[in-house]
């Protein structure tokens, strides 16, 4: 069991609070489409506003790769931020120098400020030590409620939490109840355990999957994910999205003979443009597809049998689309799933990751899922048993950290 040191011990008083928050939120047209990682920490912030706290919020957007970039501004986060708090919430233009000192020392008692991207720094992601010393100028304690983030053992999230003693650093509640469900997960006892994954972003998630094989009872792949694991089994999928760097690990797990059964997609709608397609079909695994096609969702089939096996889990997590939903013509596969899996009654169901829980609720059924995660790649990293660095740096020595 992992335990953390929590704000609630903290009990933090008139004291200025370096919060950290993942903030990472999907856009359209610059505005916040989705505010649910936002929404999650508004208990964390009301608790520190209550006891007259101060709070400097440090989060990332995108990836701008060291550079400012506007196109990753934090700034309608900000002005989202506001109208959640009800309150004004000081915005500023960087995360650290002598300007922002200024400015968070001006701020009364329970005001909050939002830095712009810690990402528009290079040393973010470097874990910089002059970097993460910059950002423990900002405050007199730390917490975290970056859950979403804390798979990245970036500056923010651990070499300015090191700066900070034992008892000035803690989870967030955020934190807190993501920790408490997905230990439900990994202690998992009531099986069949399903796990659903999709997505684009496979690169980094191929790897905890191998992890997760052995945990579940099913593992049901669709998305840019299932292209990989079908090209490793030597399908041609036309100019389907497929990680090629990761087709020799799909191959591996494809060949365990593990505790789960990893089912891939028998047939899947392909277009030729994941966003304005002006040929859609559907077309069964094995059969021909055109070198300007992509495969884009799963088929009828294909949500039939998931759909199914998902009826019969106990529990149940789902990370990823199993298509490219935003468009509609490929979206019945990610869906049928969102159904599927908050028709499952029976089952303790967490969903993770943006996209997937934008496709819950859109499907009306959120309230049945059990857990609605912050969290995608960090989620998913958890319940495949990796310490995640975040988490390790808030854990307390009583619990057997470091094991
Ligand atoms: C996310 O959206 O998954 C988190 O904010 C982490 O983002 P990253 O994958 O760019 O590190
Ligand atoms: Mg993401």
């Known amino acids: 069991m992992i335990r953390i040191a929590t704000v609630a011990e903290l009990d933090p008083r008139d004291v200025t609070v370096f919060y950290r928050v993942d903030y990472n939120v999907p856009m359209e047209d610059g505005q916040v489409s989705d505010a649910t990682r936002i929404e999650e920490t508004i208990s964390t912030l009301q608790y520190l506003r209550e006891r007259d706290c101060r709070v400097v919020i ?26 959640l708090l009800n309150t004004a919430v000081y915005w500023a233009e960087d995360c650290i120098g002598e300007d922002v000192i200024a400015w968070v020392k001006e701020l009364p008692p329970t005001g909050v400020m939002m830095l712009e991207n810690l990402r528009f720094h290079a040393g973010e992601e470097k874990n910089d030590p002059e970097f993460a010393k910059e950002l423990r100028k900002l405050g007199d304690f730390y917490v975290n409620d970056a859950f979403g983030a804390s798979h990245r053992a970036h500056a923010s999230i651990v ?11 803690a989870g967030g509640f955020l934190m807190m109840r993501e920790l408490e469900f997905l230990q439900k997960v990994t202690n998992v006892s009531e099986r069949p355990f399903v796990a659903l994954l999709g997505g684009a972003k496979i690169a980094g998630k191929i790897e905890p999957l191998e992890a ?13 994910m299932a292209n990989t694991f079908l090209a490793a089994q030597g399908n041609s999928l036309g100019a389907s999205l497929v990680d090629s760097d990761s087709l020799a690990v799909a191959e591996r797990i494809l060949s365990a003979t593990e505790r789960a059964t990893v089912h891939l997609p028998s047939d899947l709608v392909v277009g030729d443009d994941v966003k304005n397609p002006s040929k859609v079909r559907t077309v069964d695994v094995g059969d021909e597809i055109a070198g ?38 490929f979206s019945a596969g990610t869906r049928g799933i969102a159904k599927a899996v908050s028709h499952a009654a029976q089952a303790i169901s967490i969903v993770g990751g943006g996209e997937s829980v934008e496709a819950v609720k859109a499907s009306g059924f959120s309230d049945r899922i059990s857990h609605i995660s912050t969290g995608g790649g960090a989620s998913l990293e958890f319940i495949s048993g990796a310490k995640l660095p975040g988490i390790e740096v808030l854990r307390k020595s009583s619990d057997g950290a470091g094991d």
């Open 292 to 329: 300007d096609e992509m495969a884009a969702d799963i088929g009828p089939k294909t949500l039939e049998s998931y759909s199914a096996i998902v009826s019969e889990a106990k529990t149940i997590f789902w990370n990823g689309p199993m298509g490219v939903f935003e468009t509609e013509q």
């Open 58 to 83: 440090g989060a990332h957007m995108g990836r701008p790769k060291g550079e400012r970039n506007e196109k990753y501004s934090l700034r309608p986060v900000c002005e989202h931020l506001s109208k």
């Open 159 to 169: 070499g300015v939490a090191e700066l900070f003693e034992r008892d000035q650093r």
């Open 212 to 224: 997760l094989v052995k945990l579940a009872d099913s593992v049901l792949v669709g998305g840019g």
